[in-house]
Structures are given as C-alpha cells and as structure tokens.
C-alpha cells in the first residue's frame, strides 16, 4: 500500500471493499470510521453503495486489490459514476497502489525486467477459451507471464493446461516462481520450473510467474536480462 493511500483511508468516513481486502487494513482503521465489507461476486454491488454514498457527500474509500486499476474496482467505480449520471456530484480519486505481480516479482529477484503479461486464470468473467487464446499468444512471442487467480478449491486443471501451452513453446526447465501472499507477512516463496511447478501448492493467494526463454535462476533470484551488455 503507497502512503497516499494509507492518507485516504485514514480520512474516510465510510470504507468499502471484499472482506478479505477489509482485513487486511483493520489496524489502521478508526473506531469511528464506518466499514462496509463482503463476499466474492459482490462487486458491483459494493461499487454502487460507494458511488450512492459518495453523491450525497460522504468521504468514501473502496478497497480493492493491491491496485484497483489492475483486476481492481476502479473501472467497475468509473463506469458506475457516467450509468448513474452523478459525474457533477462525485469526485474519484484513483490511488495508485503495489499489484500483487510487482510485489512478486520483488520477492523473486528480477522476472519482469523485459515484456511481460499479466493473465488472470479466473473463468468467473472472462470464458476459459478466450484466456486460453491468451495465454498461447502469451507463449508464442516469449512473454514473461504472471499469472493470477492461478488455482482455486473447484478450478483446479486450467494452471495444467497452461503448463501444458507454454511447454509447446518453452523448454521444461524454463524457471517459474511461485510467491503466496506476497509482500505480506506469512509470504512463501517457491522455486520451480515449467515442468514441475503444477505440483507446488498453489491457490488464490498465489501469484505464479513464468521466465520467457532467457530468464535464469541465480541462487535464489529469478532474473530476466534486459539486454544490455555487462
């Protein structure tokens, strides 16, 4: 979380957002703040509560992800705001914020240091053939991939069917990290590679980042050169 961010919260009068996230912030929210917190598919609703609240001159902050405008409510915010007509009574400030494939790659080393794309692995709003068209676009021009939301209790063989592209483009010893729960205090860091990495555990806490075909393992770093000449 960026310190401007942690500011906004800290002058909120109401603070919305998925009840994970909520948990994640408790020790800097204060008595008197009011906090509004709930479930998986509730998004929408959540942002129209925000964007209610705020037309009628409540200090606001919605809570989402480690940036809302990766994978965040920022758009979903946005695009409520113009369907509701309340532009001239609503001002939104979109805090920019650490997304969980920078703070992985932190944690790794230097994976991103070259292209890369970032693939959430979820079906619940984007049908499985077009992130699988995705993920083989990804593949066959050698970017460096995070991949989000890689594995959950019932989707369980699409992380298998990824390992299954990218190996028709890289070679099983390409080196893939996984970090669970990055930058925060119970991280776990694990160093695989593309044949062997599906057998790791890994679940919705974890970000999975795949090297493209010079990215290396050096003792504990993932390192993708850049190309400069050293």
């Known amino acids: ?3 401007k961010a942690q500011a906004r919260l800290r002058e909120a009068e109401v603070i919305i957002g998925y009840r994970i996230y909520i948990d994640l912030i408790r020790s800097i929210v204060r008595p008197e703040q009011e906090v509004v917190d709930s479930g998986m598919t509730r998004e929408v609703e959540r942002c129209t509560m925000a964007v209610e609240r705020a037309a009628k001159g409540q200090n606001v902050a919605v809570v989402s992800s480690g940036d809302p405008g990766v994978y965040g409510m920022a758009g979903v915010v946005l695009e409520l705001v ?3 007509g309340v532009e001239n009574s609503v001002t939104v400030e979109i805090i ?3 997304s ?3 703070a992985a790659a932190a944690s790794l080393g230097a994976p991103l240091m070259h292209d890369f794309a970032i693939i959430s692995l979820s079906d619940l709003l984007t049908d499985w053939e077009v992130i699988r068209k995705r993920v083989e676009a990804a593949a066959s021009t050698d970017f460096v991939i995070a991949l989000y939301n890689p594995k959950s209790r019932k989707r369980v063989t699409q992380v298998e069917e990824v390992r299954d592209i990218l190996l028709r483009y890289r ?3 390409t080196p893939v990290g996984i970090v669970r729960n990055a930058k925060r205090g119970d991280e776990t860091i694990i160093c695989s590679n593309l044949a062997e990495f599906t057998k790791e555990e890994i679940d919705m806490f974890s970000v999975v980042i795949i090297g493209n075909s010079h990215s290396y393992w050096w003792e504990e ?4 050169p850049r190309g400069y000449e050293l």
């Open 221 to 224: 770093y993932l390192i993708t």
């Open 82 to 84: 113009r369907q509701l």
């Open 96 to 98: 920019p914020g650490i």
């Open 1 to 3: 979380m960026t310190l």
């Open 171 to 173: 070679g099983s010893d």
């Open 100 to 102: 969980a494939a920078q």
